[in-house]
């Protein structure tokens, strides 16, 4: 999609399985009834399931994807649900967000668990997504649901949206703390981690590819472990 990479990024012409180690190996089950949980302030739940979202007007996205390590896949063309949408018409009446909750904290049904400021959840091309390229989305990819936030590194493009509520700061989840990730990620602004300069990281992180790449191929659909 783009005529220009952002800073220290390298165009791929695939979409691998990619991510923190600690995750290579957790595949979840497809779900029967594919839903996404509200979590209140009061602790309660409620779920919004896939045939709910059918209020909502489905949103096209064709965007880059852009992994913290430095690589790209460009044009990647997702199908689902505007963010935005889905948190006016259900995540305000049911949780009744208050003024100072200022971030949304998602985990994923592998685990994963990460927290994003709700202003960049707002953006418009910010998208729950159940297809790609086409096709549904994949399991590998992040199925039923994939949060797609291409202004941020992908490790804030949650694969496996399980459950989702607000909070008044930050808190980091284990991928976070094992990674130095830097807590916002904009891509454009090089936020690739704590404590050191994006550059710096760039060389790190590229010197790791290969070996990620050799983990989540070692486990694949099948070697992984069914959650």
Not at 25 to 49: F, M, T, Y
Not at 111 to 134: C, F, H, K, P
Not at 202 to 225: E, K, S
Request: aromatic share 10%; proline share 7%; glycine share 8%.
């Amino acid at each position: 999609m783009s005529a220009k990479l952002p800073p220290g990024q390298r165009a791929i012409d695939h979409f691998p399985r990619f991510g923190v180690l600690a995750y290579a190996g957790r595949l979840p089950k497809r779900p029967v009834v594919p839903e996404l949980h509200l979590l209140a302030k009061d602790k309660s739940s409620s779920s919004v399931r896939a045939e709910d979202l059918g209020e909502l007007q489905r949103k096209e996205l064709v965007a880059d994807f852009h992994c913290v390590t430095s690589w790209s896949r460009c044009g990647l063309r997702w199908s689902g649900y505007g963010f935005k949408d889905f948190y006016e018409q259900f995540v305000v009446p049911r949780v009744r967000p208050e003024a100072d909750d200022r971030f949304v904290e998602l985990t994923a049904l592998d685990g994963y668990r990460t927290s994003i400021l709700l202003t960049d959840l707002l953006q418009e091309n910010v998208v729950l997504a159940d297809r790609l390229d086409g096709e549904p989305l994949s399991l590998e990819h992040g199925a039923p649901f994939r949060l797609v936030v291409p202004d941020l590194y992908a490790y804030k493009s949650v694969k496996h949206v399980s459950t989702m509520s607000l909070r008044k700061d930050f808190r980091r989840g284990l991928a976070d703390r094992q990674t130095l990730a830097h807590p916002r990620g904009r891509v454009a602004l090089e936020e690739r981690g704590r404590g050191l300069p994006g550059p710096l990281y760039r060389v790190i992180y590229r010197a790791l590819i290969p070996a990620t790449l050799w983990y989540y191929r070692r486990f694949g659909t099948r070697g992984a472990r069914r959650e």
